[in-house]
């Protein structure tokens, strides 16, 4: 009886350390914002009963009716944000996305509250935000339902959802009581990149987008916030990810002048997914590019305040960041382009030498652990990559190779000669080995996009004549689509067409 008592228990034991397999085609979508994200229409007769089981809602606070508990999986069927939402975008972008996506299941992560100001979701000013406001409503909502704490309750509830699917997205729908701040893209996109962070996720893989607010319409109570949707449209240009979902011609309520009409909630929500699918089927429409601009000269002075690029004009090649910290060194197009965590560098001084800051596409100093992430020669390991802020390192920078002596030599260019091995850096293969000096041109650089770039490709022209060719876009045949997966990231042309390979 002990055996088979004690076998019972090692079966559970075992149970209990099991977890479910990640499902690649379970898409999945963090959404937040204020009250128009929370619905504010009752659903009708159309809405209820007849929701794909493949839209799914990931209950992100306990409901009574219907009856749901926080961290469950379940149908999306109204409410899908909170027991005091009703009809949302949430509810029409998911039934698009499973219409369109006929192999995939779509998962939504919701966490709302009617009247929120932005603040409440950047995880370093909600809690001095709550304390002020104890008795708003909007406070009341978190209180209730999120624990006063709405980004750890988003952050909790997407990092048990990534234990079963992909996150796909972020979906924002807030502003009117930040109404006009010209600092909300900003603050949204602290929020987002936090998110990013929180949850290990790169923004190539994971964008976000904004919707807008009511616009002024016929109806005496229409466009209360219109103003804000300046700000909402500024949001792809201070995110290189970031894309704004238009509320134009969308009904409102008519009985106030913030929030839409069952109708214009499920147009809303159609749009997000239309976006969406759009930036999904044809990357390339978005994908940012870069190309040499201002070329700097002189000494280390022409540096100060400068985010440029490293390129060896030569051999038409750039450094960049992939991911994961791996330095990288190859053509422009594909080191200069926004699916890249970053192309750019900065000069610190540190140690009696220069420090070589990585900056991200979207202007700020790329982050390694929580830290600044430096350029190092790691010469003991053979490798060259970024790692931590200097102050991490606990002195072994100057060997490790994070120091450098950059010098400009008119008419050739920009040397980096490591501190500490002496020796010249010359590709991403090697660390700083070299004995004689490589020069490069140090540069800002001018955005363009991969429309125009395959626009002026003869290779778009003539889909019959190359087959299941793979070329790059300066025209040179790379491969065949059968060996698609073993090329690197970049734009490429097949049959005809420009093709995003991550």
Not at 123 to 151: F, S, V
Not at 472 to 492: A, D, H, I, R, T
């Amino acid at each position: 009886m002990k055996r088979f008592l004690l076998s019972i228990a090692l079966l559970a034991t075992g149970l209990q350390g099991m977890r479910a397999e990640v499902d690649p085609n379970f898409y999945i979508y963090i959404c937040f914002g204020q009250s128009n994200m929370e619905g504010n229409a009752q659903w009708e007769a159309q809405d209820v009963g007849n929701v794909d089981p493949r839209f799914q809602m990931l209950a992100t606070c306990n409901f009574d009716n219907p009856k749901r508990t926080l961290g469950n999986w379940y149908t999306a069927e109204c409410p899908i944000v909170s027991p005091v939402g009703k009809l949302g975008p949430t509810d029409y972008f998911g039934r698009t996305m499973v219409k369109e996506l006929p192999d995939k299941k779509i998962g939504v992560i919701a966490v709302a509250m009617g009247g929120s100001p932005i603040e409440m979701f950047d995880k370093d000013l909600y809690e001095q935000k709550y304390k002020d406001n104890y008795n708003e409503w909007w406070a009341q909502i978190a209180r209730n339902y999120y624990g006063a704490n709405p980004y750890g309750r988003i952050i909790e509830m997407a990092k048990k959802a990534q234990e079963v699917g992909v996150i796909k997205g972020i979906l924002l729908h807030q502003g009117e009581s930040n109404c006009g701040d010209p600092n909300w893209p900003n603050m949204v996109k602290k929020i987002y990149k936090d998110m990013l962070r929180d949850l290990d996720l790169r923004p190539s893989d994971v964008h976000i987008y904004v919707g807008e607010v009511e616009h002024k319409g016929d109806a005496p109570q229409s466009g209360g916030c219109e103003s804000h949707n300046v700000q909402v449209n500024r949001i792809p240009e201070v995110i290189p990810t970031g894309h704004a979902i238009s509320a134009e011609g969308l009904q409102g309520n008519g009985k106030d002048p913030w929030h839409f009409s069952a109708a214009g909630y499920r147009t809303l929500g159609k749009r997000y997914a239309e976006k969406v699918l759009d930036v999904m089927n044809h990357p390339e429409n978005y994908t940012k590019y870069w190309t040499i601009g201002e070329r700097l000269t002189g000494g280390l002075s022409a540096l100060t305040q400068k985010n440029f690029a490293i390129v060896n004009e030569a051999e038409g090649k750039a450094f960049y960041c992939e991911s994961d910290q791996k330095l990288g060194y190859d053509d422009y197009k594909t080191a200069l382009i926004n699916i890249n965590e970053g192309c750019l560098f900065k000069v610190g001084r540190i140690n009696g030498g220069r420090s070589l800051r990585l900056i991200t596409t979207d202007g700020e100093e790329y982050q390694v652990d929580g830290g600044t992430g430096y350029l190092n020669s790691q010469a003991l390991t053979g490798s060259s990559c970024f790692i931590q802020g200097l102050n991490g390192q606990r002195g072994y920078v100057i060997p490790d190779g994070a120091v450098w002596d950059i010098q400009y030599v008119e008419g050739k260019g920009w040397t980096l000669k490591n501190v500490g091995t002496g020796k010249y850096l010359k590709d991403a293969t090697h660390p700083a080995m070299f004995d004689e000096p490589t020069y490069f041109t140090f540069c800002t650089l001018t955005p363009t996009t991969g429309i125009q770039i395959v626009e002026n490709s003869p290779l778009t022209n003539d889909r019959s004549r190359y087959g299941d060719s793979v070329f790059n876009l300066q025209g040179v045949k790379v491969g065949e689509k059968s060996n698609w997966n073993s090329l690197s990231p970049g734009l490429y042309i097949v049959n005809g067409k420009a093709k995003l390979k991550k």
